[in-house]
Each structure stands twice: as C-alpha cells, then as structure tokens.
T-cell receptor, first 117, second 113 residues
C-alpha cells in the first residue's frame, strides 16, 4: 500500500512569488492534515480536511495560505505571495477517521522543504 | 491548552546501551499520546501510541513507552540501542476532544558505535 506522498520534495522561491504544494493521502483515508515545521521548532498544525470540507483551519497563519482538496482526494496548499517567514518543512498526514476520533493514527508524508529567499 | 515538552534537544547513547527519550505533556482531558520518528530525508514514521489500558506500550523497531499519569510523562525507551536508531524523535499529544495533534520540538538521538 502506498503511503502519503508529497510534491515537490524541495522548493526554493523568492519572496513575493507563489508556490503550490501537493499532497496525496493514503487511498481510502478521508482525513487529510497539513502541518509545518519551522527550523528547530515544533511541528504545528495548519488545517484539517474531512473529504473535501475544511474541518478545522485554526492553524493557518494568514490569508496568504490557501488549501484545497477538490473531490476529496489530493490536496494543494498554495502560498501567495510567499514571505521569508514561510520557510520550513510542510508535512501532510492522513488518517481514516476524523478529529473526533482522537485515537486515530495519522500517517505522514516525507514533507516539502520550502525555502523563501 | 495542550502542550508537549521534550526537555532534551540531543541524547547520545552508546550502541547496546538502553536509551530513553523524555516527554511530558499537559492536556485538559484524557491524553492520547504518540511517538513518531524522522530518519534523515524521510517523513515522520509512527512508532507507537497510548490510548488507554496498559501503561506500557510496545511499538515498532523494539521501542516501548511508559505512560505515567501522576508525572504526566510518556518517555520512549529501548533496552538496547542500535546505530540505526539515530534519528529525530517527536512526542505528540491530543485530548479526547476535537483538537489537533500537538507536537514537541523533537529530540535528536545519536547512537554511537
């Protein structure tokens, strides 16, 4: 069974440019999460989809970040325009059940390392 | 608010010796606790979790963790460390409510041959 995949693995862009990150969850997982780790700090929750609906987006830093999950399959996270502080590793995770099932294990992708110059 | 503390940024241990990676937590309700490991250039891999029941949880690659409610701790342990265990380890917690997973800063484990 394929795990969570993310594309690209690395992205280097200049301040003010736009970047789109993609996540493909494990097949059959309705729940998809985005997280971010800024260098040396905690991994922080950004948002959660249940199928195509945003269940919780309380962790999104500001309106420069836009996440979508069309058709409830893969998800994209767009940063527009990118700022220096957006640099970090963006992780995607998926699980079978939603946040209400707090015991559920989330399975993570390899992450996208974003560098904004 | 939930929080996790991993008090050690770095843990060094000799191969064959027991290892412990520390984690303490704070939640308002019942805690659900997780350990993940990140190998170089890889994503986070699930190791084990505590939900309820036996305080000693066994997971992948010979790791185990002990839930201690009175000390609000969930330390990760392994009886005999391998060089291949060298990686970044993350503890995470959520409560029984509708809340996101909260991670610690991570602890880098180095096992020296």
């Amino acid at each position: 069974e394929a795990g969570v995949t993310q594309f690209p693995s690395h992205s280097v862009i200049e301040k003010g440019q736009t970047v789109t990150l993609r996540c493909d969850p494990i097949s059959g997982h309705d729940n998809l999460y985005w997280y971010r780790r800024v260098m040396g700090k905690e991994i922080k929750f950004l948002l959660h989809f249940v199928k195509e609906s945003k269940q919780d987006e309380s962790g999104m830093p500001n309106n420069r970040f836009l996440a979508e999950r069309t058709g409830g399959t893969y998800s994209t996270l767009k940063v527009q325009p990118a700022e220096l502080e957006d640099s970090g590793v963006y992780f995607c995770a998926s699980s079978l059940r939603g946040l209400a099932a707090s015991t559920d294990t989330q399975y993570f992708g390899p992450g996208t390392r974003l560098t904004v110059l | 608010a939930q929080s996790v503390a991993q008090p050690e940024d770095q843990v060094n241990v000799a191969e064959g010796n027991p290892l412990t990676v520390k984690c303490t937590y704070s939640v308002s309700g019942n805690p659900y606790l997780f350990w993940y490991v990140q190998y170089p250039n890889r994503g986070l891999q699930f190791l084990l979790k505590y939900i309820t029941g036996d305080n000693l949880v066994k997971g992948s690659y010979g790791f185990e963790a002990e839930f201690n409610k009175s000390q609000t701790s969930f330390h990760l342990k392994k009886p005999s460390a391998l060089v291949s265990d060298s990686a970044l380890y993350f503890c995470a917690v959520r409560d029984s409510g509708n809340t996101p997973l909260v991670f610690g800063k991570g602890t880098r484990l180095s096992v020296i041959a």
